[in-house]
């Protein structure tokens, strides 16, 4: 009785040292509050103004990988409006808000594991997020686990801004975004 | 009979840790996305400013127009004007016009001895169609077309003021001049005569 035990305890042993638990893909995201799967809603309300010409939002999310070679994806969606009046040239366009990514490492994260794609190094527009357009290399792990709860991560924080120009249509408008963590 | 039972088992906890790894590799694999819905309301805005300090802080502005006058032989009129710029994003709206008059009836001054002339005119990136000046309006007129017991229309803004993206809000103005002017004629009282005109912008 004991023998098959011991056998069967080897075995699981095995299985984990060569299929580690996360070993199909330990990839993670979460935000701030280390949600898995985050949504994180980007909202402007603004009345156009002579000044501050600006409205910004900004958010977060943590990307957490247990391999070095991981890539961020997004896609994009909108924003369009199904109520905005006035000239349609005139509603509010992916390429009239601007997009600044930066990221940060935290924990056992490399400062250098995780590099910004071009034009994503610098300030560009939302209109730069088409299909499945490659946002960030990451060329070293976080650390060795996935966990929500790991201390070791990337923090990517992404800002839009939009002008309070008076050249843009009354309405709501609306868009997505969805950002996605692969496997080269 | 054991070794039966043993072979079972040994599926059995072989079958438990596939189903574990295969379970935890999921869960983290199906962590790998986040969503940022983005939602923008844009609502409309008209304002008012004062052309000769155009910022937020001369929204609503009062503007002074004094007309100093001494009879004298020649007939040239006295005259001041006073300049709003318009912005708004919406394409419907309107600019009214309604006069309290403070008149001292010892001085004999009437509404009708004060011309009334708008001109307008639009920064470069502003429309300059944006608006239409209403009759009488549009030509020369006097202030006592702009009533004192209702707002009178007097421009009309048949689309927003912006004709292009302006940012820093520099040029994207729509600009109304008001230019008062009242000749110094020597049957006027010697004396002051106040009006104070009020010029509302208001979406229809």
């Known amino acids: 009785m004991t023998f098959p035990r011991i056998l069967f305890l080897f075995i699981f042993i095995f299985l984990i040292l060569v299929f580690p638990i996360n070993s199909l893909a330990c990839l993670s995201i ?4 280390n949600t898995p799967n985050p949504i994180i809603n980007a909202s402007f309300s603004f009345q156009p103004d002579i000044n501050p010409f600006t409205d910004c939002w900004s958010g977060a999310m943590r990307i957490r990988s247990d391999k070095n070679g991981w890539r961020l994806v997004a896609t994009r969606v909108g924003p369009s409006s199904s109520n905005a009046e006035g000239n349609s040239q005139d509603n509010v366009m992916a390429n009239d808000i601007t997009l600044n990514i930066s990221v940060q490492a935290f924990g056992q994260a490399d400062s250098n594991g995780a590099i910004l794609v071009s034009p994503f190094s610098s300030q560009t527009e939302l209109s730069s997020i088409q299909s499945g357009t490659f946002i960030i290399s990451g060329v070293k ?24 120009d008076f050249i843009f249509n009354p309405g709501a408008y609306n868009g997505q975004v969805s950002y996605i963590l692969i496997n080269p | 009979m054991t070794t039966q039972k043993n072979t079972t088992s040994f599926f059995l906890v072989l ?26 309301t844009v609502a409309g805005k008209l304002i ?12 609503n502005p009062t503007l002074n127009v004094n007309l100093k006058l001494v009879p004298d032989l020649s007939n040239s009129t006295v005259s001041g004007s006073s300049s709003v710029r318009i912005r708004t994003n ?22 009708r001895d004060i011309a009334l002339n708008f001109t307008t005119q639009a920064g470069s990136k502003a429309n300059p169609n944006a608006g239409k000046l209403l009759s009488p309006f549009n030509k020369a007129a006097d202030l006592s077309y702009i009533s004192t017991n209702s707002p009178t229309d007097v421009l009309i803004g048949v689309s927003k003021t912006s004709l292009d993206k302006d940012p820093e809000n520099r040029n994207n103005w729509f600009q109304l001049t008001s230019n008062y002017s009242v000749s110094p004629d020597f049957f006027y009282e010697i004396g002051e005569w106040n009006t104070t005109v009020s010029y509302s912008l208001v979406s229809p």
């Open chain 2, 48 to 59: 008012i400013t004062d052309a000769e300090n155009d910022n937020n802080s001369s929204a």
């Open chain 1, 141 to 164: 792990k976080s650390s060795n686990s996935c966990s929500s709860f790991n201390p070791s991560y990337y923090k990517v924080t992404k800002k839009l801004c939009l002008f309070r």
């Open chain 2, 15 to 40: 079958i438990v840790s596939c189903c574990v790894f295969f379970i935890s590799g999921d869960l983290t694999a199906s962590s790998n996305q986040a969503t940022v819905p983005i939602n923008i």
């Open chain 1, 30 to 33: 979460t935000d701030d509050l």
């Open chain 2, 90 to 111: 919406l394409n419907s709206w309107k600019l009214t016009a309604q006069r309290s008059n403070l008149a001292d009836p010892l001085v004999n001054i009437d509404p």
